[in-house]
Nanobody, 114 residues
Framework: QVHLVESGGGLVQAGGSLRLSCAAS????????MAWYRQAPGNQRELVAE???????YYADSVKGRFTISRDNYKNTVYLQMDNLKPEDTAVYYC????????WGQGTQVTVSS
């Protein structure tokens, strides 16, 4: 059974940093693309960053140069380092893996105050 657990969200002032973590179980972690999405109130869920083991990471234009996705295949964990946070980054952040269907974590709230 696939299980994703996010952590690391919180309240931070604009310009600050947070690091999100997502611990995965029930999958062959190193073989799978891992991604971070976010959803702000009233908005659709959007892709923020993704990382395949053998390719360069992808970032949404809105976070390029500020966010960094990384993974530790020994710990079955994917990270999202978020620097220079802006109020528009406020959202619930979700970890995602697609294995014959999308699996999501429970989400972690990130709130950036101006």
């Amino acid at each position: 059974q696939v299980h994703l657990v996010e952590s690391g969200g919180g309240l931070v002032q604009a310009g600050g940093s947070l690091r999100l973590s997502c611990a995965a179980s029930g999958i062959k972690f190193s073989a799978n693309r891992m991604a971070w999405y976010r959803q702000a109130p009233g908005n659709q869920r959007e892709l923020v960053a993704e990382l395949d083991g053998g390719r360069r990471p992808y970032y949404a234009d809105s976070v390029k140069g500020r966010f960094t996705i990384s993974r530790d295949n020994y710990k079955n964990t994917v990270y999202l380092q978020m620097d220079n946070l802006k109020p528009e980054d406020t959202a619930v952040y979700y970890c995602n893996v697609n294995i014959m269907g999308n699996y999501w974590g429970q989400g972690t709230q990130v709130t950036v105050s101006s």
